[in-house]
C-alpha cells in the first residue's frame, strides 16, 4: 500500500524557517511527482509546488518563489520542503501528495505548523 | 494570477442529485487541464474522487462521476447520501503549475 508519512508537529516562530519530511514508501520513489499543499485554519487548500525526485527538478507557486525550497534524497526516499521568513499567515497543515499521470492519488497525513511569537 | 472559481455553498436533500462546477479565470475548462477532485471532511486530511477530467478510484462511489460542462468541470453525485457532506475542491493543471479552487460546502439535508 502506497503511504506518504510527514514529519511531526511543528510551533516556529515569525522569521525562522520550517523544514518537513515526507518518507514515500511501496512505490517506485524516482518514478511520480511529489507536491506540497497547505490549508489554512478554515480555509480551502493552497499548491506551494512540486519535486521531481528522479532529476530533483522542482517548480514552484509564485507566490512562494524565493521562500520555499523542495528538495529530496533518493536514498531514503524522502522529499523535503523548506519554507523561509515566516509569518503568522504560514500558520496551517502541510501536506505531501503524490501525483502519477494527473492523479493526486496519495496523500500524507498532514503536518500542523504554527508560527507564533 | 490564475483563479479557480468554484460554488462556495451548495444544499441537496438525501437522494437527490447535484452538481459542483469548476471555472478557470483563463477560459473554458478543457480535458487539458486535467481536472481532479477531492473530498474532504472535518478533522481528516482531503480524498481523491476524480482525476483526468473523470476517471475514478477504486475507492470512489459509483454515484460520484466527472464531466466537463459548459466550459468548466463538474462533479455530480447522484443519489446523495448523508455521508456526502463534505467540502469539495477542484484542481486544475496549468502546465507545471496546479491551482486549487477555494472549494464547495456541500450540505445534505
Known amino acids: 500500500q502506497v503511504q506518504l508519512v510527514q514529519s511531526g508537529a511543528e510551533v516556529k516562530t515569525p522569521g525562522a524557517s520550517l523544514k518537513l519530511s515526507c518518507k514515500a514508501s511501496?512505490?517506485?520513489?524516482?518514478?511520480?511527482?511529489v507536491h506540497w499543499v497547505r490549508q489554512a485554519p478554515g480555509q480551502g487548500l493552497e499548491w506551494l509546488g512540486r519535486?521531481?525526485?528522479?532529476?530533483?527538478?522542482?517548480f514552484y507557486g509564485q507566490r512562494f518563489q524565493g521562500r520555499v525550497t523542495m528538495t529530496r534524497d533518493t536514498s531514503t526516499s524522502t522529499v523535503y520542503m523548506v519554507l523561509s521568513s515566516l509569518r503568522s499567515e504560514d500558520t496551517a497543515v502541510y501536506y505531501c501528495?503524490?501525483?502519477?499521470?494527473?492523479?493526486?492519488?496519495?496523500w500524507g497525513q498532514g503536518t500542523l505548523v504554527t508560527v507564533s511569537s | 494570477q490564475t483563479v479557480v472559481t468554484q460554488e462556495p455553498s451548495l444544499t441537496v436533500s438525501p437522494g437527490g442529485t447535484v452538481t459542483l462546477t469548476c471555472a478557470s479565470s483563463?477560459?473554458?475548462?478543457?480535458?487539458?487541464?486535467?481536472p481532479n477532485w477531492f473530498q474532504q471532511k472535518p478533522g481528516q486530511a482531503p480524498r481523491s474522487l476524480i482525476y483526468?477530467?473523470?476517471n475514478k478510484h477504486s475507492w470512489t462511489p459509483a454515484r460520484f462521476s466527472g464531466s466537463l460542462l459548459g466550459g468548466k468541470a463538474a462533479l455530480t453525485l447522484s443519489g446523495v447520501q448523508p455521508e456526502d457532506e463534505a467540502d469539495y475542491y477542484c484542481?486544475?493543471?496549468?502546465?507545471?503549475?496546479?491551482?486549487f479552487g477555494g472549494g464547495t460546502k456541500l450540505t445534505v439535508l
Open positions: 483526468s477530467t473523470s
Open positions: 519535486i521531481d525526485p528522479r532529476g530533483d527538478h522542482t
Open positions: 511501496e512505490y517506485t520513489f524516482t518514478s511520480h511527482f
Open positions: 501528495i503524490r501525483e502519477v499521470m494527473s492523479n493526486f492519488d496519495y
Open positions: 483563463t477560459g473554458a475548462v478543457t480535458s487539458d487541464y486535467s
Open positions: 484542481l486544475l493543471h496549468y502546465a507545471d503549475a496546479r491551482v
